[in-house]
């Protein structure tokens, strides 16, 4: 029978120790790695010499760099604002330095922190994407500025008619007081629209906006839409016609589906010159029904219909340069890609006017 010695027992010991120390680490640095690679921020850990000695998939991603372990911060970022930042957390060691910067197209907000622990100083940098914020925060100012103009011009335009109803001398004609009143019903039009828009993006941005979808006949849509722009398009002596076969039926919520129609109705009466037609089409292309509406104005120019349906964008033209709030086209594409649909307007390059299309699902008893 063989006998163990001390000394080699402690010598084996030691060793399923230190193995048993090593398979910890690996899985705290597994963690630590898995952690840090799941966060939305870049992680970017340094040390004294701003050498870099971790970093995570983000960062590497947004820098185009692969493992710059060793590599100084600069050399690796080429951002002198950066590294500006680092130096003053290095001289400001128990403060956090934060601050936003651009690098390249994009905006994030930076957060740099002197960490020290068991003797090591460690730089810690933290870089967060906040392009689309400050994109929204910026359209939501805009937006706010518009909307505030928009109203304080029908409201002025009431107060003017109304004012110059009481000041007349002797008793109103019965003509010009009519005419008085219908121009007070066109700015409570105006004023009833915004708020329409912005009831409508709080349902949409609440998620309350439920769609009840059946088979309805699409004429009956385009006629309810048309009658209720009429007012609108007798202004500017407009006339709109359409073609919509009888039976062509769709899948969809009627009224939402008409809160369509009459956003793109409203934006082709708004950019029309006076005395033109406005055409609503529509027809059935395989299992989908597709719905247009053309109008005689400026158009939308080639570059910008990837973006008119965004949220609060205004094209900076002539069809768009400052009436409205922003949101009309954008609720529109809210709820066409809430039914299955697409919508899409053509740019203007062969001038031709202002060219929108949104498709629907075709009802099972569409008969053209």
């Not at 915004?194 to 004429?219: K, T, Y």
């Not at 205004?314 to 299955?340: F, N, P, W, Y």
């Not at 307007?345 to 009802?363: C, D, H, I, V, Y």
Request: proline share 3%; aromatic share 6%.
């Amino acid at each position: 029978m063989s006998v163990i010695e001390p000394e080699q027992r402690t010598v084996e010991e030691l060793e399923k120790r230190l193995a048993e120390l090593e398979r910890q680490f690996e899985y705290t640095k597994a963690l630590l790695l898995t952690m840090a690679n799941s966060a939305y921020d870049a992680l970017i850990v340094m040390d004294e010499q701003t050498r870099i000695i971790a970093i995570n998939d983000r960062a590497e991603e947004l820098f185009q760099r692969k493992r710059p372990i060793g590599e100084t911060l600069l050399s690796v970022t080429g951002s002198d604002e950066l590294m500006s930042m680092v130096d003053d957390t290095l001289t400001n060691r128990e403060d956090i330095l934060e601050e936003q910067l651009r690098i390249g197209d994009q905006m994030f907000r930076v957060r740099t922190q002197v960490i020290v622990r068991d003797g090591n100083t460690f730089i810690c940098l933290a870089l967060e994407d906040v392009t689309e914020l400050v994109r929204l925060n910026r359209a939501r100012r805009d937006m706010v500025a518009n909307i505030s103009h928009e109203l304080r011009t029908p409201i002025a335009n009431i107060r003017l008619i109304i004012d110059g109803l009481f000041l007349e001398s002797d008793k109103p004609k019965r003509k010009k007081s009519i005419d008085s009143l219908r121009a007070i019903g066109r700015e409570t039009d105006a004023l009833l629209w915004m708020a329409e828009e912005l009831l409508d993006l709080s349902m949409i941005e609440s998620g309350q906006a439920i769609m009840r979808m059946i088979e309805v006949p699409v004429r009956d849509m385009v006629e309810d839409a048309v009658e209720r722009m009429d007012d609108q398009s007798d202004a500017k002596e407009l006339d709109i016609e359409y073609d919509v076969p009888k039976k062509l039926m769709a899948l969809a919520d009627y009224e939402k589906i008409r809160r369509v129609l009459v956003n793109l109705i409203h934006n082709a009466i708004k950019w029309s010159p006076p005395g033109e037609t406005i055409s609503v089409r529509a027809r059935r292309e395989g299992d989908e029904v597709v719905i247009s509406v053309f109008d005689n104005g400026p158009g939308v120019p080639d570059e910008f219909t990837g973006r008119i349906f965004e949220r609060f964008y205004q094209v900076d033209t002539s069809r768009s340069m400052t009436e409205g709030t922003g949101l009309g086209l954008a609720i529109c594409k809210h709820i066409v890609e809430a039914h299955g649909g697409r919508i899409w307007a053509e740019g203007n390059s062969k001038q031709r006017g202002g060219r929108f299309f949104f498709t629907l699902p075709a009802g099972e008893g569409t008969n053209e």
